[in-house]
């Protein structure tokens, strides 16, 4: 029998990912921070599923063999600290979590234990607390820097609709960085649809801070590709014209953002080599300022 995953962070990844998990029959336990037994509504085109999710504290210690963190970036070393009675010492811990610059806050809480990153263009949301609405499963890339898949890969993860071992998580995870710096801030700042980064006064700003943006990145080896990150950030807003970036969402439903892990630390990469971003800083600022004012 394999081991189970448990989903640590019950909300719009989390409970998508435990549907998933369930509709390929690995064995999953999707978990949360509370203290009571809760549910949560997951809306799939037509479709509505019910799933249970349970309080961590109702584990036995280092009953969890393989950890799925589906947190927020910023949220994860509170859910590791939490997690950490009910860890195996060789726990195999994944983190579907967004951007650069957790690591370092993290190492101490993982021990000799790796964190390993997955990249996924799924689309999820919340509305409201427990009611979650999927626009897609999307490809869940997962990877630990070597080329053959992980044991633990094989024997559950790889029987997932859309999971995909990945050789170069790393050049994923900077290439979705990189993405994400140019439409998630800009959008939560201007409170518009990534189409609307298309056209009028938002493609004007797109394209000031991707000219800022983009030296700095192939600077710091964070975009090797061919293709301008112009051109494949306005294919990316024509893909997910009627989007509202997570980030949009974040702040509409006064919850913190994900800034710090994308803008925030690009500035911080990028002043350690003699870069100065203004329009970076200037949008981490304006994000920042909204966080607050929904506090
Ligand atoms: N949503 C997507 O479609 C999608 C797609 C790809 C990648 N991602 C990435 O996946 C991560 C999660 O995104 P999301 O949209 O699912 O965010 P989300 O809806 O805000 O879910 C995060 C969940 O983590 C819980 N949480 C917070 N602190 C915790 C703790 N200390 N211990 C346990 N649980 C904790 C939150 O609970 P409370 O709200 O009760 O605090 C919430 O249920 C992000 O990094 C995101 O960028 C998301």
């Known amino acids: 029998m394999t081991d189970t995953w448990y989903i640590l962070?019950?909300?719009?990844?989390?409970?998508?990912?435990a549907h998933e998990f369930s509709r390929a029959h690995?064995?999953?336990?999707?978990?949360?921070?509370?203290?009571?037994?809760?549910?949560r509504f997951l809306q799939c085109a037509d479709d509505e599923h019910t799933l249970s999710a349970q309080p961590l504290t109702n584990l036995d210690q280092a009953e969890i063999k393989r950890l799925l963190v589906t947190t927020k970036a910023g949220q994860l070393a509170a859910a590791l600290r939490g997690a950490d009675t009910y860890l195996h010492p060789d726990a195999v811990i994944v983190t579907t979590a967004n951007g650069l610059g957790m690591e370092a806050a993290l190492a101490p809480l993982l021990g000799s234990r790796r964190l390993?990153?997955?990249?996924?263009?799924?689309?999820?949301?919340?509305?409201?607390?427990?009611?979650?609405?999927?626009?897609t499963a999307g490809e869940t890339a997962v990877g630990d820097g070597q080329d053959r898949p992980a044991p633990w890969f094989l024997d559950g993860l790889q029987h997932v609709r859309g999971w995909r071992w990945s050789p170069d998580i790393g050049d994923r995870i900077h290439r979705k960085f990189a993405i994400n710096c140019a439409i998630n801030g800009l959008t939560a700042s201007l409170g518009c649809r990534n189409g609307e980064l298309l056209n009028?006064?938002?493609?004007?700003?797109?394209?000031?801070?991707?000219?800022?943006?983009?030296?700095?990145l192939r600077a710091l080896g964070l975009w090797k590709d061919h293709l301008s990150l112009q051109a494949e950030v306005e294919r990316v807003c024509r893909l997910t014209a009627d989007n509202q970036s997570s980030m949009l969402q974040d702040i509409l439903a006064q919850r913190p953002t994900e800034m710090d892990y994308l803008?925030?630390?690009?500035?911080?990469?990028?002043?350690?080599?003699?870069?100065?971003?203004?329009?970076?800083?200037?949008?981490?600022r304006a994000v920042r300022a909204l966080e607050l004012k929904a506090q």
């Open 9 to 17: 962070g019950a909300g719009a990844m989390g409970t998508l990912t």
């Open 26 to 39: 690995v064995q999953s336990c999707l978990l949360h921070h509370g203290s009571q037994t809760e549910l």
């Open 116 to 135: 390993v990153r997955a990249v996924s263009t799924a689309a999820a949301f919340r509305q409201g607390g427990h009611q979650v609405t999927a626009v």
């Open 200 to 216: 009028g006064p938002g493609a004007e700003s797109l394209a000031q801070l991707v000219a800022e943006t983009e030296p700095v």
């Open 263 to 284: 803008n925030g630390e690009l500035l911080r990469r990028g002043r350690a080599t003699g870069f100065e971003l203004a329009r970076n800083q200037q949008l981490v």
